[in-house]
């Protein structure tokens, strides 16, 4: 069995209530029997066996939405009736569908709280609260679903293998064990990083809606401006004092109008600035629980190596990059609007730009420590202390992912000044593959995938099971028991 490595880690008092254990789990048989609403691991359901939704792919009116103790619970009962631990169960919940927040339908067509695609749901869709129907927008339905999909994939002695036949990627098996590992034996973690997320995104979210509407203030009070100034340089050709007077006096009632917009505008900075102080405050919080892997992609916390940091926050599900650029060497590097952006080097500042161009947007020019010059384009905000002259170190936040100027969809576009050569061919860029981004295309030169054959997959116990720390394996820990009851 592949056992959850240990982590050696204090998240802080803003993250946990206490520091979160790193237990080993074996799976030991149960003596109580499996509910009857337990559908086997050993085959997938034959046809007509279960009855489904009218609409498998349409989102109910009102999700269900359940408090953390009632997922903890759905968690580890789904676990002990599979043997798939209940860490494992909650972080796949957490990746594939944020709790059930985000139930899709996604773009691939996958649905539901634990995101099965509909041809697999057809296969191990399990009726878990005894409804009538295998529900996958039913987090009972769904989660006890995942757990037979996993048990049957071979996870009861494998759970690389069982996560890796969930998604066949092995960036996604890495996050899934990592962010298990992470939740440890302590609930209480789950929870208060996903509290910390929540605070997080809101905040970015924030700051990118205050910014928007700075934007559309600003744009009006420059057209207010264009207005008085060409009513004052018409004033001034005109021969007859009449037509004069009358100029004057349209373009004194219009500067008390841009008057009145000025103050808008005035005011939509004063609320950027509370939203960009409010982000401020939420990563000061998060900021111990960000040097945890998991912790830190769930953050979109910056991602290092050698010398360079990816310059989009977020990790190789919800970050994208294709191998070229329409026109021109650049690349454009596609994430969520609000996703943080980050100094790719040490660097300094060349030049920037909070008023978007009609091309490149709002965006910044930096000279890296290695003497390249990049472009940032099409953030939604820049960041406060990102001016012309300004020292930032690698990882340094510089602003948010937006879709300023000529984009379609929120990205980041990012070239060399001049652009000369295709930053995806960087040996610095490459390496954050399945690391921090995920290639949208297939590349001729990409190096092969790793790849786990997933073999053929072994008959469950036929008890359902429960778990218990193995002695002896990981001797700097305390030994934890779990059981069905939670003793």
């Not at 802080?12 to 003596?31: H, I, Y």
């Not at 927040?101 to 067509?109: E, F, I, K, L, W």
């Not at 069982?162 to 209480?188: F, K």
């Amino acid at each position: 069995m592949r056992r959850l490595a240990p982590l050696a880690l204090v998240l802080g008092v803003a993250l946990l209530a206490g520091t979160a254990r790193a237990d080993t789990f074996a799976v030991l048989p149960s003596t109580a029997s499996p509910s009857a609403l337990v559908l086997p691991a050993v085959a997938p359901n034959s046809t007509g066996s279960v009855a489904l939704p009218f609409d498998l792919a349409a989102p109910p009116s009102s999700p269900a939405q359940l408090s953390y103790t009632e997922l903890l619970g759905l968690w580890q009962r789904a676990g002990a009736s599979y043997g798939i631990p209940w860490q494992v169960l909650a972080s796949i919940n957490k990746v594939e569908s944020n709790f059930g927040r985000n139930m899709g339908p996604s773009s691939a067509g996958a649905i539901g709280w634990m995101q099965f695609m509909p041809d697999t749901w057809l296969r191990w869709g399990t009726d878990a609260n005894g409804d009538g129907v295998a529900d996958p927008w039913n987090p009972d339905d769904a989660i006890f679903s995942a757990a037979r999909y996993l048990a049957a994939a071979g996870g009861g002695s494998d759970l690389y293998r069982a996560v890796y036949a969930y998604n066949h990627a092995d960036w996604y098996v890495r996050e899934v064990l990592d962010l298990a590992n992470l939740y440890g034996s302590d609930s209480t973690v789950a929870f208060s990083l996903d509290r910390l997320q929540q605070s997080l995104e809101a905040a970015r979210s924030a700051v990118v809606a205050a910014s928007a509407q700075l934007i559309t203030a600003q744009k009006a009070l420059a057209a207010e401006t264009t207005l008085v100034s060409r009513l004052r340089e018409r004033a001034d050709r005109v021969t007859l004092l009449s037509d004069r007077l009358a100029l004057e006096q349209r373009a004194g009632e219009l500067s008390a109008r841009r008057a009145t917009v000025a103050a808008i505008v005035a005011t939509k900075q004063q609320a950027l600035d509370d939203t960009r102080a409010e982000l401020a405050r939420e990563q000061q919080q998060s900021a111990a629980a960000s040097f945890a892997p998991a912790a830190s992609q769930l953050l979109a916390a910056p991602t290092y190596s050698s010398g360079y940091v990816f310059p989009v926050g977020g990790g190789p599900g919800i970050v994208f990059a294709s191998h070229t650029h329409h026109d021109y060497p650049a690349v454009d590097i596609a994430a969520p609007m609000g996703s943080p952006l980050y100094a790719l080097a040490d660097s300094v500042v060349m030049r920037s730009w909070s008023a978007p161009d009609a091309h490149c947007g709002i965006g910044l020019t930096l000279r890296a420590f290695d003497g390249q010059t990049w472009t940032y384009c099409h953030l939604s905000v820049l960041g406060a202390n990102v001016v012309a002259g300004a020292s930032l170190a690698a990882g340094q936040e510089v602003g948010l992912v937006g879709e300023t100027g000529a984009a379609t969809g929120p990205h980041l576009h990012l070239q060399l000044q001049p652009p000369v050569a295709w930053p995806q061919q960087e040996a610095w860029f490459a390496s954050f593959a399945s690391k921090a981004f995920t290639w949208s295309d297939t590349g001729a030169n990409d190096a092969p995938a790793t790849v786990r054959t997933i073999a053929s997959v072994a008959p469950p116990p036929t008890q359902a099971p429960v778990f218990q720390v193995v002695e002896g394996s990981h001797p700097s820990n305390g030994v934890v028991f779990f059981s069905r009851t939670g003793s």
